[in-house]
């Protein structure tokens, strides 16, 4: 559910309402997993905000769909402005991912203001209990190791609805039993 909205609009491309699509929400929250399928299905550009420079404008013209991850606030706006207005002009398209919506971010381009608040905008949520579950599940799977449902049960119950918490949590308790040379228990959690 917490990703219903993102995954909905990457699912409807290229039938969508604007051009430029905006999935922002917190650390870990499966922005860039929603990135990449869109990339598969869209043939798309993959950049991250650090790549962007005057040479960039080259690979753009190359591509119908452009990706920029890790949106950041201190971005270039005179850069990401032209960038916006290459999608337009060339009716492409561009997914960006960011912590906050980029139409909170305070640029100084009055418009820049204004062309990022004509986007799609979808948030993603924190996890509800059925998705911290499976978030847990796969990542101590990757670690190779099993807990029983009471130990994830009781996670669920106390940990806090952060996706940057939860793979601290999941983080820690591994090195934990590593250190331990012990399997994960009640009281190891």
């Not at 929250?29 to 869209?42: E, M, V």
């Not at 991250?48 to 690979?59: A, T």
């Not at 991912?97 to 949520?125: G, V």
């Not at 939860?166 to 040379?181: M, N, R, T």
């Amino acid at each position: 559910k917490s990703n219903f909205l993102a995954f909905g609009i990457i699912e409807k491309w290229p039938k969508w309402e604007k051009r430029i699509v905006n999935i922002n929400g917190e650390r870990f929250s499966g922005k860039s997993h929603l990135a990449n399928i869109f990339q598969s299905k869209s043939k798309a550009l993959l950049l991250n905000s650090n790549d962007l420079d005057e040479e960039i404008f080259k690979k753009i013209k190359l591509y119908d769909s452009i990706i920029i991850d890790d949106f950041k606030k201190d971005i270039n706006e005179k850069l990401i402005y032209s960038i916006f207005n290459l999608i337009d002009q060339d009716n492409k398209f561009l997914l960006i991912n960011s912590l906050k919506p980029i139409n909170e971010i305070k640029f100084k381009l009055p418009d820049m203001i204004s062309r990022s608040k004509n986007c799609l905008f979808a948030k993603i949520d924190s996890p509800d209990d059925d998705l911290l579950f499976a978030i847990i599940i796969k990542n101590f799977s990757d670690r190779q190791i099993k807990l029983e449902k009471k130990i994830i049960e009781f996670i669920i119950n106390r940990i806090d609805r952060s996706y940057s918490k939860i793979y601290e949590f999941i983080y820690k308790i591994d090195e934990l039993s590593l250190k331990k040379k012990k399997p994960i228990n009640l009281k190891t959690i």
